[in-house]
């Protein structure tokens, strides 16, 4: 009897993990709008824009374009900074003030270029 109850109660609850998944799917990520990816790249462009631009903090460091990378790619590339598995720390700060939402607008902006 304990046995079919415990099969019960794990029964119930895949099946309620199985709605929340269906809801949240694990490894999603937001719809990217190049549109309004364009509206937020004020603080992109002073680096990024800049033919062989290279910061100086902390050490010279050349800056890399992005037009016409993957939006995958840089939308990666942003969560990673934001998590701190990159570690260049204007990147981190910058990243660490986006929503998945501007990552994603912003990585369809400048992969559709």
């Known amino acids: ?3 079919f109850k415990l099969a019960a109660q794990s029964a119930a609850f895949v099946a309620a993990l199985g709605s929340v998944l269906v809801l949240f799917p694990i490894g999603a990520s ?7 990816g364009q509206k937020k790249i004020s603080m992109c462009i002073g680096c990024h824009q800049i033919p062989g631009y290279k910061a100086s903090f902390p050490v010279v460091y ?3 374009k992005i ?3 993957s ?3 840089i939308e990666n590339s942003l969560q990673a900074y934001k998590k701190g598995d990159r570690s260049h720390p204007t ?3 910058i990243a660490g003030s986006l929503s998945d939402q501007d990552m ?4 369809a902006y400048y992969g559709t270029k």
């Open 62 to 64: 050349s800056v890399p």
């Open 30 to 36: 937001a719809q990217g709008k190049a549109e309004e």
């Open 67 to 69: 037009y016409g990378q």
């Open 104 to 107: 994603a607008d912003l990585a």
């Open 91 to 93: 990147m981190r700060a």
């Open 1 to 3: 009897m304990v046995q």
């Open 71 to 73: 939006a995958k790619y």
